[in-house]
């Protein structure tokens, strides 16, 4: 099975575009826009066994760290930079979201919401960091540091001076559906959202990566 989310990424991304998937696991999002979308796929991945899983499958991935690594991209490198279920795992997520805008055209960005209303629900009824499908881990074992709800996000992306394209709304019973992320109802209602971003102003191009990047 296909998750929802990349389903919703491949529809978003054009053919034939340069992508960077940044953690990008064991590639199965690469691999379906390879397969669907014939992008010129890239990905970065921190896990040792990640970077091995894509590379079984063909894929052009580089091992290394999205909070000090993207660096290594020149400006304007690509067409889409993805970061799927990742930002909130992030030591630095506003530097990575402005790192993404640097080095891609658009970011694809998709975060589990700590303000949709089965967190709220928990949180009041037992007054303990709640567990949902969106939060399954209890907090002593989730990977997530930096959780935050959409409405905090959609104020990151005002303050970095970002425009959200598109937004949807994810999970598991229910299918995608469209939404205003400045809603309050639909902070309320969105188990897991999933952004378009792009720059209001250009970005200057920065000097060229160091060689060796995917070779």
């Not at 209303?117 to 567990?131: I, K």
């Not at 990977?143 to 949807?168: K, P």
């Not at 994810?170 to 809603?183: G, K």
Request: hydrophobic share 45%; net charge negative; charged share 25%.
């Amino acid at each position: 099975m296909i998750r929802e989310d990349f389903r919703e990424i491949a529809r978003l991304v054009r053919p034939g575009a340069r992508v960077l998937d940044v953690g990008c696991g064991e590639g199965e999002l690469l691999d379906l826009l390879r397969r669907e979308k014939d992008v010129d796929a890239r990905g970065l991945e921190i896990s040792s066994d990640g970077v091995g899983a894509c590379l079984a499958r063909g894929l052009s991935v580089m091992q290394g760290d999205a909070d000090s690594d993207l660096g290594e991209f020149p400006s304007e490198a690509f067409d889409y930079a993805i970061l799927s279920q990742t930002l909130q795992a992030v030591r630095q997520p506003r530097k990575v979201l402005s790192d993404l805008m640097r080095l891609a055209e658009r970011a694809i960005v998709s975060f589990p919401n700590f303000g949709h209303w089965r967190v709220r629900a928990s949180l009041l009824a037992h007054g303990r960091m709640p567990l949902t499908r969106a939060l399954p881990q209890p907090w002593w074992a989730t990977i997530n540091i930096h959780l935050c709800t959409l409405r905090d996000f959609t104020e990151l992306c005002a303050d970095l001076d970002l425009r959200i394209e598109a937004a949807v709304a994810l999970s598991e019973r229910t299918a995608p559906r469209e939404i205003d992320p400045t809603r309050a109802l639909d902070n309320l209602r969105t188990e897991t959202a999933l952004l378009l971003l792009s720059r209001t102003h250009h970005v200057a191009p920065a000097a060229p990566a160091a060689a060796g990047l995917f070779d």
